[in-house]
């Protein structure tokens, strides 16, 4: 596999340097803004974007191996996020390991040389699916989400193991778009999600893009009311970042903050983590969050070194809040991400940010369906 960075002005200088480097089947696996060194680097802001092409793949594909590979991607049926696309991926599923497989056996005793390949190809097919299946499983997928997948890719697929991972990329971006569709950012944006995970940093690290970067006004608020260190710790980030921290304490003087930052662009809003199965905890911070009248975002943020059950409980047990994004954290303190795709399927929500370090604000990385499908399909090959 070559990996190259890129440090450019936009993603459509990096996309053209990398199509014109590395040609039109490498993957962008990654994007960051950074910024220069020095004093005045401060100031100026370059997007590194790392791509990656896997060796030899393009002398191996032939033009009609490419022509293939893109062909079977616009036949293939949106993945069941939904309960109409659920039938649909169940009947291809159907066609390519029911029906195909009966027409094997039909066939048999009229045309044997002919059944004989198309045995052995079933037979590699059904190998291939099994060894893909494992390493999709691998990944952390969940095996119901692990079979929907690869059941919803055509069978022609299956006999060229080369087209899989480009094939089921290309259909896992397909199928996440419709959850980036009309994406509205509200002034209003508040954290939620479970102790631990990173709330307070991973706000910290987009007021400080909003702020410095962007040139947004920016108030912070806090109803993390229990632990007086967090506090600390964000007070400290909005005084380098230069925007005022407030902490409320009530409902009531959440309104009243909120009124006080109406002229701001944004105002984020970082709540106490809490424990999981403490109902009436939940609904102490839905008290705050219904005093939101504004357009407004509730992000649930999520540990991706957090296994998958814990993943999914923690959806429930905050869905009281009305969340309607999410972020997931500490990618970089885990090898599989095939959790975060459970929870999105379980959820049907964007995935807006992942978060990779520890560093405010560079370790957060912007997310839309095409880098969240690569990242999280990434070493699938391994
Ligand atoms: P909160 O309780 O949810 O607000 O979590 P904090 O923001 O206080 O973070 C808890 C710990 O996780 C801190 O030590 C953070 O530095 C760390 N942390 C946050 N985000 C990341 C990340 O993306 N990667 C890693 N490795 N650590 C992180």
Redesign the pocket.
Known sequence: MKVKKYLVKDMQQAIAQIKKDMGSEALIISQRWVRGKGFWGFFTRRLEVTAALEEGSRASFSQELQKELAAPLQELPKIAWGEKEIKASNMVSEKVFGESAKEVKETKTSLPQAVLVKENNALNSGKLFKLWRQKLLNLDLSEALAEKLLKAISEEVFKKEELISTTLVNYLISSLEPLYREIQTGQVISFI??????????LAKLAAQLALNHQKKVAILTIDTYRIG?VE?LQTYAEIIGVPLQVVMSPNELSEALAKYMDRDYILI?TT?RPFTKVDQIEELKLFLTKIKEPHDTFL?LSSNTKSRDLLQATGYFSPCGYNKLIF?????TLTLGSILNVVNKVKLPVMYI????NVPD?IIPMEAGSLARLILRGVDL
């Open positions: 999600g479970p102790t631990g995970v990173g709330k307070t940093t991973t967090a710790q970082d983590g943020v954290t500490k990618t970089d303190e978060t990779n370090g520890q370790d």
